[in-house]
């Protein structure tokens, strides 16, 4: 009789912990709603910025390989900038030659002028003549002025060809974001395999171009004409090759 | 001494300023070497360099790496290094000057300055 007692005990307790977790569950089941809501609403939106990296992740080589696309553009434009100027400068030189040449026979001439004019003295209208004659031939002065503008633009030529340094540092500038983008799509990649393996398997190419080791550009590298810049530079080696010095007398007294 | 340039850059458009204002400051003898390996192998086949003028920031082998090969090499220890680049910051330039570069230039550079510093240096050898 105690036992089914105890039972009957039991079975109660059992009926009241049920009756517990039912209105735990009438409870929760609202919350669980919402979270599967949730999840559903969230699942399209987590796809789609998977989607979006994916995205962003397959331009990334072609960002990279325009950016290299244009460091070869502006090299090959560099080139036959450099090659132009050095056909200027040549035919600058070709025509100084020219006018040195012109410049002795000028000379030669006016010589000849003088003594036709001597040999003539005695004539006063052939003196005239002469002298009209030496004075419509071309001046030493003007070929002497042409020479100088010569020079003037075979320096302003070869000022351009300075200017053109600007390639050799915007091309390590774009270098620099070049091995950014390739660094961002390597992380990507990743994040993508860690997401969804099915990204490689649909294909995806993942990055050809992997950073390399050593880098051969200076990311800070910048066009600037500040001669403070030189200056400090000097300061730096004079200072240090002073440094030097004193150790080389130093270790002679040592 | 006529100096005899080896002119190392990897940029096309670096080797010819460097070159045309070598030219525009009388010099006529140099070479050229697009990275630090073809320059050693070049310094190696050309007995008469006698001037090395290189950039930092090279593929294959940097300038840097260029610098201390050159210093360690059994014959050409001594050779006068010009350092013609964009790294402008003090620790660069003395990690230049620990490697022993003999002198150090920024770009973009002047011709003015280029010949102040090849001066220089062959006044000192």
Redesign the interface.
């Known amino acids: 009789m105690s036992d089914l007692h105890s039972n009957m005990e039991d079975v109660l307790k059992k009926v009241s912990d049920l009756k517990v977790l039912f209105e735990f569950g009438e409870k929760i089941v609202p919350i669980l709603e919402s979270l599967t809501q949730f999840l559903d609403e969230t699942v399209p939106l987590l796809e789609s910025i998977n989607e979006s990296i994916l995205e962003s992740s397959n331009r990334m080589p072609e960002a990279s390989t325009q950016i290299d696309s244009v460091t070869s553009a502006t ?1 090959l434009a ?2 036959e900038i ?1 090659d132009l100027v ?1 056909e200027i400068t040549d035919k600058i030189g070709n025509t100084k030659n020219i006018l040195l040449n012109s410049k002795k026979k000028v000379n030669m001439q006016l010589e000849l002028m003088e003594k036709l004019k001597n040999t003539v003295q005695e004539n006063p209208e052939a003196v005239k003549l002469v002298d009209e004659l030496i004075s419509s031939f071309t001046k030493y002065e003007e070929i002497e002025t042409t020479e100088k503008i010569l020079t003037e633009v075979e320096e302003a030529s ?1 000022k351009i ?9 915007t ?2 500038q774009l270098a620099a974001v070049n091995h950014l983008i390739i660094a961002v799509h390597e992380k990507l990649d990743n994040l993508l395999n860690a997401i969804d393996k099915s990204a490689v398997e649909k294909g995806v190419s993942l990055s050809e171009k992997k950073l390399q080791s ?5 990311a ?6 500040d001669k403070d ?2 200056k ?2 000097d300061t ?2 004079e200072e ?2 002073q440094k030097a010095s004193q150790a080389e007398i130093d270790k002679l007294f040592s | 001494m006529e100096p005899n340039f080896l002119v190392v850059d990897d940029s096309v458009t670096m080797r010819r300023i460097v070159t045309n204002s070598l030219k525009a400051l009388g010099y006529t003898q140099y070479i050229e070497a697009a990275d630090g390996k073809e320059a050693l192998e070049k310094l190696n086949a050309n007995a008469g360099v006698n001037f090395v003028i290189t950039d930092w920031n090279m593929p294959v082998l940097s300038g840097l790496e260029l610098t201390k090969a050159i210093r360690s090499h059994p014959e050409k220890s001594n050779l006068p290094i010009l350092m013609v680049t964009t790294r402008g910051v003090k620790e660069d330039i003395l990690q230049a000057l620990q490697a022993r570069v003999s002198n150090y230039v920024v770009k973009p550079f002047t011709p003015k300055i280029l010949k102040e510093k090849i001066d220089a240096i062959l006044a000192t050898v």
């Open positions: 090299e560099t080139t450099l050095d070869y060809t300075l200017s053109l340094q600007v390639q050799d540092i091309s390590q050593g880098q051969h550009f200076d800070d590298a910048a066009y600037s004409k810049l030189q400090d530079v730096i080696v240090q090759q």
